[in-house]
C-alpha cells in the first residue's frame, strides 16, 4: 500500500535507515522522482530477485510506488527533497549508492563526508553527455554505467580535455529500453481504437516545440482527424503554466485530445502511430522500441552545456535524428499530417534503418540489468570491510 508522510516524517524516516545494520545498507539507490524506477527497475529485479540480496531504495517521492511493492529485499524510505536529504547525502554510510541524478557535489547534494561510498551513475537518456548534462555533471562519479560507445568516447575525452582522473565505465545499456522492449509483445496491437494516435512530446527549455508552435500543432493534427496525446515535459507544468492553461481552453473539451501529466500509458505508447517531437530523450526510447519513426519538428537544439562544443563530437541527438524519423521546418507545419501518412507508407525502409541504429548505438540490448548487477556484485566483493 502507498504511504502518506506527515511533516516531518523524512527526519524519522532517515533515521529508520541510518539505525540498519551496515550488511542492510550495503546497496542504496536514490529516486529523484518517479521516473528514476524507469531506468532502475531491471537492475534492482536482478540484485534482489535473481541474486536475493537486499537493497535499500531510498526516495523523494512522496507516494513512490515502490511503497507498495511486495518485494521483502527492498527496503524503502522516505526522505523528502530538502534539509533531511541533504544530510542523508552528507553522512550516508553504504558500499555504492546508485542514481540517474547528475551533477553529483555541484551543487546541494553532497559525497558522503563520513565513509568512502563508491558512486554510480545510471543515465536517465540516451542523449550525449557534453550537450544534455551540465559541465561537470558527471566528474564526481566513480562508475558511469554507459549506454552505448557514444558515452565511452564523450566522457574520456572530457576527462582529456579537462585533465580529470579517469572513471569506471560499463558497457551497460539503458534499462528504460530493455523494459519497452519486453512489453512491446504484450500491449501492441491490443488496442486498435489508438491506430491514430499521435503522441506529442515536447522536452523543457526555452524555444521548446509547445512553446513555440504547440496550439498550432495540436489544430493541425485534429482537423485532420488524428488523436492527440500532449505528454509535457514535467518542468513545463512548473515553468509554463500560462501555455498549458491555453492549450487546455483551446483543446480541453475536444474528446480526441488528452493531456498527459505523469507517464504515457503503455498500451497507448506501444499502439500510437508516430511520435513527434523535439529534442526530447523519449523520442529515440520510442524509435528504438516500437521500431517506428519518430517526426522532429526542427525547433533550435536545447544545449543545457553552453560548453560543449569543446568537446569535438557531434552528439548523438543530432547525428541520428535523420536515420530514425523525419525533420520538418516550421514553415512546413501544415504539411504534417501527410508526412505521417509517408513515413507510414515507408515503415519498412526506416524499421531496417531504425534496427541498425539501435545495433550501432546500444550496449548489451535486452542484457543491461544483467551485466550491471554482476558488476555491482563484484564491486561488493572488493570491499569486506564495512
Known amino acids: 500500500m502507498k504511504l502518506n508522510f506527515g511533516f516531518g516524517e523524512e527526519w524519522k524516516e532517515l533515521k529508520k535507515f541510518e539505525n540498519l545494520t551496515d550488511k542492510e545498507r550495503s ?10 524506477m524507469n531506468h532502475f527497475r531491471l537492475l534492482i529485479s536482478e540484485l534482489t530477485e535473481e541474486k536475493n540480496l537486499q537493497i535499500c531504495y531510498v526516495t523523494s517521492v512522496k507516494n513512490d510506488p515502490i511503497f507498495s511493492s511486495k518485494n521483502k529485499n527492498i527496503i524503502a524510505f522516505y526522505i523528502g527533497d530538502r534539509t533531511a536529504r541533504t544530510k542523508f547525502f552528507l553522512t550516508l554510510k553504504a558500499k555504492i549508492l546508485i542514481m540517474d541524478m547528475p551533477d553529483l557535489q555541484t ?9 568512502p561510498v563508491h558512486y554510480v551513475y545510471i543515465f536517465h537518456s540516451m542523449f550525449s553527455t557534453h550537450s544534455y548534462l551540465r559541465k561537470g555533471a ?4 566513480d562508475t558511469i554505467f ?3 560507445k557514444h558515452h565511452e568516447k564523450e566522457i574520456r575525452a572530457t576527462e582529456e580535455r579537462f585533465g580529470l582522473k579517469e572513471k569506471n565505465l560499463i558497457k551497460y545499456g539503458f534499462g528504460r529500453l530493455d ?10 496491437n491490443t488496442h486498435t481504437e489508438d491506430k491514430n494516435l499521435i503522441l506529442i512530446t515536447p522536452t523543457y527549455g526555452e524555444k521548446n516545440l509547445l512553446q513555440i508552435c504547440g496550439n498550432e500543432l495540436i489544430e493541425i493534427l485534429l482537423k485532420a482527424d488524428f488523436t492527440v496525446m500532449l505528454r509535457p515535459h514535467y518542468r513545463i507544468f512548473k515553468d509554463s503554466k500560462k501555455l498549458i492553461n ?3 481552453e483551446n483543446f480541453g473539451n475536444n474528446p480526441n485530445f488528452i493531456l498527459e501529466k505523469g507517464i504515457i500509458p503503455s498500451d497507448k505508447f506501444h499502439n500510437s502511430k508516430c511520435m513527434i517531437s523535439d529534442w526530447s530523450g523519449v523520442a529515440i526510447e520510442y524509435a528504438f522500441a516500437l521500431e517506428k519513426p519518430v517526426l522532429y519538428v526542427d525547433t533550435p537544439q536545447k544545449m543545457v552545456n553552453p560548453d560543449a562544443n569543446n568537446i569535438e563530437i557531434v552528439p548523438l541527438e543530432k547525428r541520428i535524428r535523420a536515420e530514425i ?3 520538418i521546418s516550421l514553415s512546413e507545419l501544415s504539411k504534417i499530417p501527410s508526412k505521417i501518412e509517408n513515413l507510414w507508407l515507408n515503415s519498412p525502409q526506416i524499421k531496417k534503418q531504425i534496427q541498425k541504429n539501435r545495433e550501432e548505438t546500444v550496449f548489451n540490448i535486452g542484457n543491461s540489468g544483467k551485466v550491471g548487477s554482476k558488476y555491482l556484485v ?9
Open 378 to 386: 563484484q564491486l561488493l566483493k572488493k570491499n569486506t570491510k564495512f
Open 138 to 141: 558527471l566528474d564526481n562519479y
Open 325 to 327: 524519423g523525419y525533420i
Open 246 to 248: 491555453s492549450i487546455i
Open 179 to 188: 523494459t519497452l522492449l519486453q512489453e512491446k509483445q504484450k500491449f501492441q
Open 146 to 148: 554507459c549506454v552505448g
Open 107 to 115: 551543487f546541494h547534494i553532497k559525497r558522503s563526508k563520513v565513509y
Open 27 to 36: 546497496i542504496v539507490f536514490y529516486a529523484e522522482n518517479e521516473a528514476s
